[in-house]
């Protein structure tokens, strides 16, 4: 008999940790520099909210199937490039800069849940 994988423990990947930093940071953006009535803030909110989703369904549907568990995690990944996409169109729009992948601004905000492990190991999982 085949044994099936576990399915769960996705709270501790870095990939959710991740995705939950993006979603609580969208929402506080679009809560601070848009309009709560638009309906942009509703896509860019839920993309991110989807992101996030998709990468806990796909961890539980792992114990039962890895063709269920691959179609969230690429619908989490679609997710999160819309979100990408809506972030640089507001900025084309406002003609502010875009940051560079490998700049050293995108270097620092890609290395804050290193740091925060560091100053508050107590407190390593991002997602309490």
């Known amino acids: 008999m ?6 769960g423990g996705y709270r501790n990947t870095a ?6 930093l993006m979603y609580d940071a969208t929402y506080w953006f679009c809560e601070k520099f848009m309009d709560s009535r638009s309906r942009t803030v509703d896509q860019i909110v839920r993309a991110a909210r989807s992101g996030r989703q998709n990468i806990a369904e796909g961890s539980r549907a792992a114990a039962t199937s890895s063709q269920t568990e691959l179609r969230l995690i690429n619908g989490a990944r679609a997710s999160l490039e819309e979100l990408l996409l809506d972030y640089e169109d507001f900025l084309r729009h406002r003609r502010l ?3 560079t992948s490998d700049g050293p601004e995108a270097r620092t905000v890609r290395d ?3 740091r925060f492990r560091q100053t508050r190991p107590d407190q390593a999982d991002l997602t309490d």
């Open 2 to 7: 085949k044994k099936l994988r576990p399915g």
């Open 15 to 20: 990939s959710f940790q991740t995705a939950t």
């Open 97 to 99: 800069t875009q940051w």
């Open 112 to 114: 804050v849940p290193n």
